[in-house]
Every structure is written in structure tokens, then in C-alpha cells.
């Protein structure tokens, strides 16, 4: 039998020493030492988190906007069709179903500036992917790590940077008539 940790999903990852091998995200990562463990469980954490939100970010981004688009076509249409079939059964109810088309883009539009969702997609996704080259990076002992003396130390102070780039980010943008361009969190190549 198989037990129920088994059925858990598996990732691919590099190990420390740059051999592949696939590791259960939350048990395997206590087999490794205690400030190792401790490090690359927090990087792996926010990788995943920033993944799921980048994700969620770029379908709230397409869903909002194929609905407009959407949308904004079927008002023509039923502009068009209002015009052919003026008069009759249905004459009332072109003008509502223009309204209704027209009040679904108008309120899709304020849902995307209030959540920006774009931005979130783009932002995250760069976020994670950085998370991601410093974790094999560090895996393969390349880069930066091929020659360095404590690689762990090296690998917390640019997983920190990073993270500390993103808040850093989000609170620039939260702030009124901030740009939304994304500076670098100088963790250089």
C-alpha cells in the first residue's frame, strides 16, 4: 500500500549538490539541514505563492477582457439587429439589452482598475521566475555559487533581496501617482 504523503504532487528540483531528483515540497525539505531547510523552504514557499498568484492574476486579466471585448461587439450587433427589426414584439428590448452590455463593460473596467490584474500577472510571474533562476542556480552551483565560499548565506541574501525588491515594488505602486514599471532589486546576474 501506499501511503497518502506518496500521493502527494511531486516537483522537480535540483539538489544541493546539482543531481536531479524529485522532491515532495513539504517532507523532503526537512531531510535537509536546519538553515538550509529553513532557507530553501522560505524561497520554495514564495515561489509558489508567487506562482499561484501570477496565475490566477493572468486569468482574471483574460477573463475581464474577453468579456469586454465580448461585449462591446455584441452591443454592435444588437444595435444592428435593433435597427433591422425596429418595431414589433421585441422593440423594448433592444435598448435594455445595449444597457445591460454596456453596464457589464463599464463595470469589468472598474474591477480591472481596482485590480490591476496586468500588473499582478506581470509583476508576480517576474518575481517567481527570479525565485526560480536563483534556486537552480544555487542547485547546480552555478553563476555566482560555482565560486563562492558559503553559497547559502549567498543564496539568502539574493532570495531576500528579492522579496524585499517586491514588497519594496508594491508599496511604490500603492502610492498615488506612482508608475507602474517594475525597478530592478539589485540582485545583479
Same mark, same amino acid.
Given at each position: 500500500?501506499? #501511503?497518502?504523503?506518496?500521493?502527494?504532487?511531486?516537483? %522537480?528540483? *535540483?539538489?544541493?549538490?546539482?543531481r536531479p531528483y524529485y522532491i515532495a515540497l513539504r517532507k523532503d525539505i526537512k531531510a535537509l539541514a536546519e538553515p538550509e531547510a529553513t532557507?530553501?523552504?522560505?524561497? *520554495?514557499?514564495?515561489?509558489? %505563492?508567487?506562482d499561484r498568484i501570477a496565475t490566477a492574476s493572468r486569468v482574471r486579466y483574460l477573463v475581464f477582457n474577453l468579456t469586454q471585448i465580448s461585449c462591446a461587439g455584441?452591443? /454592435?450587433v444588437v444595435s444592428t439587429l435593433n435597427g433591422?427589426? @425596429?418595431?414589433?414584439? %421585441?422593440? #423594448?428590448?433592444?435598448?435594455?439589452? /445595449?444597457a445591460v452590455l454596456g453596464a457589464t463593460i463599464v463595470i469589468l473596467r472598474g474591477f480591472d482598475s481596482i485590480l490591476p490584474s496586468r500588473d499582478t500577472w506581470l509583476r508576480t510571474r517576474a518575481t517567481q521566475q527570479q525565485l526560480l533562476s536563483?534556486?537552480?542556480?544555487?542547485? +547546480?552551483?552555478?553563476?555566482?555559487?560555482?565560486?563562492?565560499?558559503?553559497? *547559502? #548565506?549567498?543564496?539568502?541574501?539574493?532570495?531576500?533581496?528579492? *522579496?524585499?525588491?517586491?514588497?519594496? #515594488?508594491?508599496?511604490?505602486?500603492?502610492?498615488? @501617482? +506612482?508608475? +507602474?514599471?517594475? !525597478?530592478?532589486?539589485?540582485?545583479? !546576474?
Open positions: 500500500m501506499t #501511503d497518502a504523503t506518496d500521493a502527494e504532487p511531486k516537483r %522537480y528540483l *535540483l539538489d544541493p549538490t546539482g532557507i530553501v523552504g522560505r524561497a *520554495l514557499g514564495a515561489e509558489q %505563492y508567487f455584441a452591443i /454592435t433591422i427589426f @425596429n418595431g414589433g414584439m %421585441y422593440a #423594448d428590448m433592444w435598448p435594455i439589452v /445595449t536563483e534556486r537552480i542556480a544555487y542547485a +547546480s552551483k552555478t553563476g555566482i555559487y560555482a565560486t563562492s565560499s558559503n553559497e *547559502l #548565506d549567498n543564496y539568502r541574501t539574493r532570495v531576500e533581496a528579492i *522579496l524585499g525588491g517586491e514588497l519594496r #515594488d508594491w508599496v511604490a505602486s500603492a502610492k498615488p @501617482n +506612482s508608475s +507602474s514599471t517594475r !525597478p530592478e532589486h539589485g540582485v545583479q !546576474p
